[in-house]
């Protein structure tokens, strides 16, 4: 009886010891770090989704903004008076002949200013294409000025060959401005209409971003939205 006894213990213990071999082992600093590591990256990575960005170039390119914040979901915040240039899209490269920027923009409001910007090698230096929506245009208030215009080298800019016209939208429906650039000539269109061009030999080729801007006249703050935008 006492050898079947002494039989049984060592089964048991051999047993126990199987098991505890077949046990996972238990967590050490060393087999929890690769875990905490990709963590981390995974933290770090970028979120995915358009790219917003700033442009503060040492050259004074006016592609600054300061409070990032105030663009969410393709719209730019404005207080009365002001207005703001923002970088969206950048494809810049030397090789780069031709490019089109394409911003799908919503009506603004009355004494608001929404368009496309470019980027113009030298200090404070920028050319516009927007619409803007005066005061008393017409009695339904359905139509927008097209505008042309830039700072460039301290130099004002105008752009002769752009035939000054109005442009009549529908509610919630988007503006499409389209500029077509090939060497240094950039050819502009409004929903589709091709409405002239203009020459600058410093453009920055690929690189461009939203304007808005706020005219009125009280406090009120403004909100110029986007539809799209894009550099191809």
Wanted: aromatic share 6%; charged share 20%; net charge negative.
């Amino acid at each position: 009886m006492k050898y079947w006894s002494q039989v049984l213990q060592l089964v048991t213990v051999a047993i126990i010891a199987i098991g505890i071999g077949c046990a996972p082992p238990a967590s050490t600093p060393e087999a929890a770090q690769p875990a905490m590591t990709e963590s981390t990256e995974a933290e770090a990575m970028p979120a995915t989704g358009p790219k917003i960005d700033t442009f503060d170039q040492s050259d004074g390119s006016l592609f600054t903004i300061e409070a990032p914040h105030k663009i969410e979901g393709g719209m730019l915040y404005l207080q009365a008076g002001q207005e703001d240039t923002v970088l969206l899209s950048s494809v810049e490269s030397a090789a780069m002949k031709e490019y089109t920027v394409t911003a799908e923009v919503m009506p603004p409001n009355v004494g608001e200013s929404v368009g496309i910007a470019f980027a113009v090698r030298g200090k404070s230096s920028q050319i516009l294409f927007y619409v803007y929506r005066p005061a008393g245009a017409d009695p339904f208030g359905k139509r927008c000025s097209v505008g042309v215009e830039g700072h460039v080298g301290g130099r004002s800019m105008r752009a002769p060959d752009i035939r000054t016209r109005e442009v009549t939208f529908q509610k919630d429906t988007p503006i499409k401005l389209s500029a077509r650039q090939v060497g240094q000539n950039v050819t502009l269109s409004i929903n589709g209409e091709n409405i002239g061009r203009f020459h600058e030999r410093s453009l920055r080729p690929g690189v461009a971003g939203v304007y808005g801007k706020s005219q009125h006249g009280d406090s009120s703050p403004s909100i110029v939205k986007f539809d799209s935008f894009r550099v191809e």
